[in-house]
Structures are given as structure tokens and as C-alpha cells.
């Protein structure tokens, strides 16, 4: 019998229980979700994601993804942010995504601000790996109990609140938590999901991007 918190797949193999064995929620956890992202553009559209899944699952979010991204051109921050009233509107009447006039009108702001970033740090990837969290910020033992008892962490408050001193909106700790777990910052498969170990090991092979 599995751990708590993990869940045996019909291949016999456990893995980190919240993604239920819907097949395409397995595949994002099996393939996707904290394995190390470098690139810009996955980056922004991650923390926009998860900006737009703040109050609702993830599964949802995911489930509409492809339709995210032909609203918001791929999620392109340059393209974003030039977006106007009339890309507002029509992201409005796109019922392939959230319409959500804060979110949407946040995640434009946001594009502007990354550009922003970008220009100071080089890459956005210079600027989120520059905050990977010590040893000592991490739990001895990334298990159930350590991720429930830990919805935010001192380096999610941290990038939190410099964000929204950069003016970016919709990036409050606990979605920055969510969004450094999906992009790999921290590893949070837990201990007994076969996912953990081979993320460990791209770990320790990821070349760092520095500003």
C-alpha cells in the first residue's frame, strides 16, 4: 500500500497522489510539473497560470491551457504586453479561457513588468533562479505532512512581496509557492514518488542562468 500522500498507477508505479490518475493530470505530473524551467516564455506563462488558477483548481487551468495560450499569443510577454482594450474585450468573450477581468488586465500588466525584469536581470530565468532557496528554507523530508503544513515559504513571501513592489499583480506567496513548485525551483515530488529521484538528478546537472 502507498504512503500518504502517494498514489499506485495501474503500471505499479507511485507517484504524488493529487493528480487523482486522470490520465492528462498524470501526464502534467509525470512529464512536466517540477522538472527545472530555464526558458522565459514557459516561465511567464506558468506564473500567469497560476495567477489565473488562484480560487479554483489547477485542473481546470490545465485543462484550458491551449486555449490560454492563443488568447495570449503563446504567451509572448513582448506580444502581451502591447495588448489593449480590444484584446481585453476579446479575451472577455473567449469562453475557451477564465474571463476574469482583473486576471486578464493583470496578466498584461505583468507582461509589461517582465519586460521590466528582463531588461534588469537579463532574463526572467536569471531573476527566479537567483532565488532558489537554501537547504536550510527546505524540510528535512519532503513528505505529506511537510506540504500541507507549508502552503507558503519564507522564499515565496520574499519573491511575493518584490514582485509586487515591481508592480506586478496576482502574485501573492501562496501562488508564487505553487508556481516555484511547477517550474522546478524546489522539488516537491515527495519522498516514494518515482518522479523525485530523476528530478534530483536534473537538478544537480542544471547549468544555474546567472544575470
Same mark, same amino acid.
Given at each position: ?23 492528462d493530470y498524470r501526464r502534467y505530473h509525470d512529464e512536466e510539473w517540477g522538472r527545472p524551467v530555464t526558458d ?36 509572448? @510577454? ?9 484584446? $481585453? =474585450?476579446? /479575451?472577455?468573450?473567449?469562453? !475557451? #479561457? ?80 505553487? @508556481? ?9 515530488? $515527495? =519522498?516514494? /514518488?518515482?518522479?523525485?529521484? !530523476? #528530478? ?12
Amino acid at each position: 500500500m502507498a504512503a500518504k500522500g502517494l498514489i499506485t498507477g495501474e503500471d505499479g508505479l507511485d507517484r504524488c497522489a493529487w493528480h487523482g490518475n486522470l490520465e492528462d493530470y498524470r501526464r502534467y505530473h509525470d512529464e512536466e510539473w517540477g522538472r527545472p524551467v530555464t526558458d522565459d516564455r514557459r516561465l511567464f506563462e506558468k506564473i500567469c497560470l497560476e495567477g489565473f488558477q488562484s480560487g479554483l483548481s489547477w485542473l481546470t487551468i490545465l485543462r484550458k491551457r491551449q486555449a490560454f495560450r492563443a488568447a495570449f499569443a503563446g504567451f509572448d @510577454f513582448d506580444r502581451v504586453a502591447e495588448f489593449g482594450e480590444a484584446d $481585453i =474585450e476579446r /479575451c472577455l468573450a473567449d469562453t !475557451g #479561457i477564465v474571463r476574469h477581468r482583473g486576471k486578464i488586465v493583470s496578466t498584461i500588466n505583468n507582461a509589461q513588468r517582465a519586460r521590466e525584469l528582463r531588461s534588469e536581470f537579463g532574463s526572467l530565468a536569471a531573476y527566479f533562479w537567483s532565488h532558489e532557496p537554501g537547504q536550510s528554507e527546505r524540510p528535512n523530508v519532503i513528505d505529506y505532512e511537510a506540504l500541507i503544513a507549508n502552503p507558503t515559504t519564507p522564499t515565496s513571501v520574499r519573491i511575493s512581496k518584490d514582485l509586487k513592489k515591481r508592480g506586478w499583480t496576482f502574485v501573492g506567496p501562496t501562488t508564487i509557492y505553487a @508556481f516555484m513548485q511547477a517550474m522546478g525551483l524546489v522539488n516537491d515530488h $515527495i =519522498e516514494g /514518488c518515482f518522479c523525485r529521484a !530523476g #528530478i534530483e538528478e536534473m537538478r544537480r546537472h542544471l547549468t544555474r542562468p546567472a544575470a
